[in-house]
């Protein structure tokens, strides 16, 4: 197998964006072209979950290819929920290591505001298991609260620590420009004031409004290529050392144990194993915050704490910037957004920046390896990816 | 890069299908697991279109992967709309030859029933360019519409040339048990007779009934994998020798010459570079005809005849079973059926069936050397295989 390397990276506000799907996946590419110098591709893959339903659009990587000239390029899109993205640069890294490429595009893109928030719910509910869960009108809204629930009881994690997540990702996304929130929030506000009832109401119980995501449009591209190309784009090398994905069962409650996120750590041991490396080797991470609880849990599965820790590494400050795990730097989906198809390829883009030491105000100092956990469906599948900074 | 080989292969019939979608991506998948040995995987790819629109569902790899019991492999959709079967055997294919995966699962798949034709059509012009096309009314079957006026004209082919293709490939579907349609037709009844403007109307001038496939659901499987593992089967030695994609522009009206399939020509001079083969040296290949008129150019495109000499060979009898060169031994869309993402896998199951010699009355002599074309969007996106049997 051939070493892969980010050549390129490029990346659209995570927001409410008026222009077309298309060009929402379209956009990041020529970013990351201007970026590189690169102005021929082998092969391009785009990630998204939503266009043949949302945007009326499928072909969407064919679409794209086009709108950047990149014809007669081959191009396909990916789709695994919410983790697209990690799976879409999971297969740019197969081409590019097997030979078959030397220079290969990932794109993720969404574009989710043609719908209301009933209608993205409902959306986002194909995921689930048709007659074990979206028959009984489960969402993943609803899953995530009674996970959070379980999870909660066992390990003696309050609201308080749900609040600290979104405390503190709000905050690192006052300095990334690109983040669809930029609302500094305290515990006093969302928590403890009279207000907080209204302000930040339950919505799956015990999940209040500040411990979801927003729903956000967005695109991002990454462009993957040998040393030797990469090396001649002047950018300090960064490497996709490990590459990890990992299935569970599809419905949660075919789970042992529903608190157990078994994919999760697996990917992650299969990410660590391929790069030669351990969590303790992490001097940043991207975790996909889509409800605060799944951070907390998450830094614990990939192997930064021990199960039942993570909330206690939060509180302690361990895990924000200037701490000695800084986690979800971005502002993660929690406040940078989530446009679903896009955020893997979000993650790795904050990753590619802190890296190469361009992450201006919120940047990690010395970091040499980082780390991405995007999580498709409720963890029936996840990817996970760990880069390094070489020389 | 490592060799490529079919270890196992299974179907369902190209029909109405009563059971959900996941369950007709997972049947064939059990029957390739059957057929090789083969029990566990590194990886499954689902080739799909309309799951996410048409079915409620999407996540439909980790529904699969989970349906299968084949948990924790990694696993991903893929969508290229009618050509993302293909597609998705060329990820497997990049997953193997990388050393990434071992033991590759390609499943195509789509149920279709839940729409009537009018959705069905609404659906696949999902597929057209959003702005220079589907606004004004532009579908799939009034592109080929348009396409096959320009290319009769250009090359003296009539109406005659494209029901001689309805003909050939509904005979080649008598013989196979998982075809769509299993209804004999002749010139005379179809276009020569008092009855044929009532039995085989008009729907998109010059293009009529006959000239178009039906909808169908239906699923499809290949096992990949690597020599020493598909030699353990038992099974004839079919190596996958040469994937070939190559995308145009996005809209048909874009290109200069709106009769000239570049794609086509292009995504398969790539499969026979790989393959170190040339189209002399194909003796079955399977073809995309969802109109008629495509199984003619394609045959000229990828390299079997000068250009306009394909329907020449077609009423010389040469594509039929028995000719020199059989095309569509299956009976190809036509008559074999069309279940969108699933189509690309059928034609690599047509092929393996006929290079092991396991396709009984349909059977192509001596073949050797097999070929497949999966045409996406209008021309804008097309994967070409190339397989050969070894030993």
Chains 1, 2 share one sequence.
Do not use: W
């Amino acid at each position: 197998m051939r070493d892969v390397f980010v050549a390129g990276i490029g990346i659209t506000s995570f927001t409410r964006l008026e222009y077309p799907l298309v060009e929402i996946a379209a956009y990041p590419g020529l970013m990351a072209m201007r970026e590189s110098g690169i102005k021929t591709i082998d092969q391009l893959y785009v990630a998204n979950m939503g266009g043949c339903r949302v945007n009326h659009q499928t072909g969407l990587a064919s679409a794209v290819v086009d709108n950047l000239s990149l014809t007669p390029a081959a191009a396909d899109s990916i789709e695994n929920g919410p983790a697209s993205g990690a799976s879409a640069i999971k297969q740019g890294f197969m081409a590019v290591a097997s030979g078959v490429c030397d220079v290969v595009m990932v794109i993720g893109a969404e574009r989710m505001r043609e719908v209301n928030n009933l209608e993205a719910t409902d959306f986002v509910a194909t995921l689930t298991h048709p007659m074990a869960e979206y028959i009984y009108g489960v969402t993943l809204p609803s899953l995530a609260g009674m996970f959070a629930r379980l999870y909660m009881d066992k390990y003696g994690i309050t609201s308080r620590h749900l609040a600290m997540v979104a405390v503190k990702n709000h905050k690192h996304a006052m300095d990334n420009f690109y983040a669809h929130l930029h609302e500094e929030v305290t515990l006093e506000g969302i928590l403890d004031s009279p207000d907080a009832t209204t302000n930040n109401p339950i919505i799956a119980d015990p999940l209040r409004f500040y411990d979801m995501c927003p729903v956000s449009d967005g695109g991002a591209c990454l462009i993957l290529t040998t040393a030797d190309i990469a090396k001649k784009t002047g950018k300090p090398m960064v490497r996709l050392a490990g590459v990890g994905q990992a299935t569970d069962t599809h419905a949660v409650h075919d789970r042992k144990d529903p608190t157990d996120l078994m994919a999760v750590r697996e990917a992650a041991k299969r990410s660590f194993a391929m790069a030669g490396l351990k969590p303790k080797d992490v001097n940043v991470a991207e975790l996909h915050d889509a409800f605060t609880i799944l951070e907390i849990v998450e830094s614990e599965e990939v192997g930064f704490f021990e199960k039942g820790q993570g909330h206690i590494a939060l509180q302690e400050g361990y895990t924000k910037i200037g701490g000695k795990l800084p986690i979800n730097p971005s502002g993660g989906l929690k406040a940078k957004g989530h446009p679903v198809g896009a955020t893997g390829v979000g993650q790795a883009h904050e990753i590619v920046l802190q890296l190469r030491g361009e992450a201006g105000k919120r940047q990690v100092k010395n970091a040499k390896v980082g780390f991405t956990c995007n999580f498709g469906g409720f963890g029936n599948n996840v990817v996970c990816l760990t880069f390094v900074r070489e020389g």
